[in-house]
């Protein structure tokens, strides 16, 4: 067997893996660079292969840095299946969709304002591409082994990261390799824990929190003291969060805040994302991978309003707080928090409350960040409002819960590839395990092919 990055080297985004076996191809998640420009540059520049050689794809989860090229792969020629769980394959219904969906409405909002330096501005795939791309999905239960290519065998295991996510496990009948995804946490809200597995004879691991711990805090504490804090001014708290799996997670917080009187029952929270909407019904269907009961599921997808209509989340910008607007983007990269962080960030008894990690060279970097004026639809904004991040709201794990889960593999690696992290977060993950687990580590480059022999 053989490997090549094709992304999620010195970054988080764009997981792409190409595992050859023989004549058979396989590519291991199918992800969209995102964050800085010269690294979403990459999704439009050509692939070092033919789409159409490629035997099929498997999903490690349906985040679209994992599964947002597979649109533009099906547009090359592609027409193999994608193998994923029947968890991933219902949120790839409702992401891939959404994502191409988002890049016409951005650049048709550039071309109609003016500021896009391409004149047209293109969408990098449209809503059309992806639907057909669903086509190809192929869900493949967890624990199930198959043949995804002729004398490739592969299996995918639970990993809790949202749902659906799995592990992704390869093999050619004398070696074997292990693709981590996102690892979830073994203290998540709302997954279950990720499953142990028993190593393999390579391992690509995620780093994205490489370098940090999660603070040893309560998230439902924090977010209820946030709240309350900018209730008390009259404010509006903003959550850019990703319409799947934070969002439920953020859901399931304020309901909890809720019932038990930490904030006012009264306070108005909406959920400004349909998208959001629909995968929290995928997030019931798929309760099992949950571990919260029928009635705390139930509670978690009614405890907020859900806006439908962009004329219903445009009047939300005219009305004042207290109240909770959750939106995606996550990275306010795009999606309605964009016109809400517009809306709201001039005035500072409003706050914009991260929930997640924030990718280098995003808008919510920038923010985070603590840049007094960001850039909006070509307009400087001023950020007068309370930023605050909720990092224990994360989905991934931290370094310390990923060298948990490491520990417990059965045998150690030949050869651990660290990738799926910012530089310095990738390094650190491989110091440590270097130095706590032995293991040769490599922080694989972008396009970097490597034997698996
Ligand atoms: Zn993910």
């Not at 006012?264 to 919260?292: C, D, F, G, I, W």
């Amino acid at each position: 067997m053989n490997i090549q990055f094709l992304g999620a080297t010195d970054t988080v985004t764009g997981s792409k893996y190409l595992v050859r076996h023989g004549d058979a191809s396989v590519l291991v998640d199918c992800g969209l660079f995102q964050g800085y420009k010269p690294l979403r540059l990459r999704n439009w520049s050509s692939l070092p292969f033919a789409a159409a050689d490629i035997d099929a794809v498997i999903l490690t989860h349906a985040h679209i840095d994992h599964s947002g090229y597979l649109p533009l792969l099906a547009r090359q020629g592609f027409a193999g299946k994608v193998f994923c769980t029947p968890g991933t394959a219902d949120l790839c219904r409702v992401l891939l969709p959404d994502a191409g969906h988002l890049q016409e409405e951005e650049a048709e909002y550039a071309n109609r304002h003016g500021f896009s330096k391409h004149a047209p501005a293109l969408p990098l795939y449209t809503r059309e591409d992806a639907m057909r791309c669903l086509k190809l999905l192929h869900p493949i239960p967890a624990g199930k082994h198959w043949q995804p290519a002729p004398g490739l065998t592969a299996s995918l295991t639970h990993s809790g990261h949202m749902v659906g996510s799995s592990f992704v496990q390869l093999e050619d009948g004398s070696r074997s390799i292990l693709f981590s995804g996102d690892i979830g946490r073994p203290n998540d809200l709302l997954l279950r824990p990720p499953s142990q597995m028993d190593g393999a004879d390579y391992l690509v691991v995620e780093s994205t929190y490489g370098d940090r711990l999660h603070k040893d805090s309560d998230p439902m504490l924090a977010l209820g003291q946030v709240i309350n804090r900018t209730a008390a001014r009259g404010g509006v708290v903003v959550i850019p969060a990703f319409a799947v799996g934070r969002a439920q997670s953020l859901l399931h917080c304020v309901e909890v805040l809720k019932t038990q009187g930490v904030i006012e029952r009264t306070l108005p929270v909406y959920l400004n994302s349909p998208m959001a909407a629909k995968a929290t019904q995928v997030y019931l269907k798929h309760k099992a991978e949950l571990r919260l009961t029928s009635a705390e599921c139930e509670a978690m997808a009614h405890t907020a309003h859900i806006v439908e209509s962009p004329e219903e989340s445009r009047l939300l910008n005219a009305k004042h707080g207290p109240m909770v607007i959750i939106a995606a983007s996550g990275m306010a990269t795009g999606g309605r928090v964009v016109h809400h962080i517009k809306a709201f960030a001039p005035d500072k008894r409003n706050t914009i409350l991260f929930a997640g990690f924030q990718a280098g060279g995003t808008r919510g970097a920038l923010i985070v960040g603590g840049e007094p004026m960001v850039r909006i639809h070509g307009q400087e904004v001023p950020m007068r409002a309370e930023v605050a991040m909720l990092d224990d709201l994360s989905a991934h794990s931290d370094a310390a819960e990923i060298m948990g889960w490491l520990r417990g593999f059965k045998s150690a690696p030949k050869q651990t590839f660290i990738t799926h992290g910012e530089p310095a977060a990738a390094d650190a993950m491989r110091q440590r395990i270097e130095r706590e687990l032995h293991w040769p580590c490599h922080l694989p480059y972008y396009l970097e092919s490597a034997a698996l022999s």
